[in-house]
T-cell receptor, first 110, second 116 residues
Framework: DAKTTQPPSMDCAEGRAANLPCNHS???????VYWYRQIHSQGPQYIIH???NNETNEMASLIITEDRKSSTLILPHATLRDTAVYYC???????????FGPGTSLSVIP | GEEVAQTPKHLVRGEGQKAKLYCAPI?????VFWYQQVLKNEFKFLIS????????ETGMPKERFSAKCLPNSPCSLEIQATKLEDSAVYFC??????????????FGPGTRLTVL
């Protein structure tokens, strides 16, 4: 079973920030939080990951709470091309199997 | 290459026929993973390899499914005697060696298998 819970769906207006929450209350100290997205039926695309500090890259920002029990993925200026299913994963290493939950289906609306 | 390559893109088989899917991991990556996506959003891990050795096969069905990663060849996933329920998109992913354990897995575009 997935170790994360996410809302099944969200809408976001184009140009606005999309804030996608994830709960991982049973995360262990050496597990990272990863975010992937799947656009239509393409392969999952890596977005960002972090351990305990907030992270930012060219795609998104990841905010992890101090107790590490939840996190938020922020897409600062959502575009129509960001419409996808977003998956929050916890994993110790890149060579552990990824256990996907149902994810959040994000619809960016014009 | 810099991307995980999967062939074919689409594969149609009659029930009972064999299906074979191929995956070329990113050059230099040590780990290869196979995942099955049956319904939209539902992924299932099948098997992983560290180089040519099975690393984790806890998701692999006991019957009909087999996989290999041989040196200097694409990895393969083979389904003997396909069933309707095997219809799915099969994704391959690869990741770097354990020295880069905090990196990520990189996914291929998938092979859509349709069993009629």
């Amino acid at each position: 079973d997935a170790k994360t819970t996410q809302p099944p769906s969200m809408d976001c207006a184009e140009g606005r920030a999309a804030n996608l929450p994830c709960n991982h209350s049973t995360i262990s100290g050496n597990e990272y939080v990863y975010w992937y997205r799947q656009i239509h039926s393409q392969g999952p695309q890596y977005i960002i990951h972090g351990l305990k500090n907030n992270e930012t890259n060219e795609m998104a920002s990841l905010i992890i709470t101090e107790d590490r029990k939840s996190s938020t993925l922020i897409l600062p200026h959502a575009t129509l091309r960001d419409t996808a299913v977003y998956y929050c994963i916890v994993s110790k290493t890149s060579y552990d199997k990824v256990i996907f939950g149902p994810g959040t289906s994000l619809s960016v609306i014009p | 290459g810099e991307e995980v390559a999967q062939t074919p893109k689409h594969l149609v088989r009659g029930e009972g026929q064999k299906a074979k899917l191929y995956c070329a991991p990113i050059k230099g990556h040590s780990y290869v993973f196979w995942y099955q996506q049956v319904l939209k959003n539902e992924f299932k891990f099948l098997i992983s390899f560290q180089n040519e050795n099975v690393f984790d096969e806890t998701g692999m069905p006991k019957e009909r499914f087999s996989a290999k990663c041989l040196p200097n060849s694409p990895c393969s996933l083979e389904i003997q005697a396909t069933k309707l329920e095997d219809s799915a998109v099969y994704f391959c992913a690869s990741s770097q060696s354990a020295a880069y354990s905090t990196d990520t897995q990189y996914f291929g575009p998938g092979t859509r298998l349709t069993v009629l």
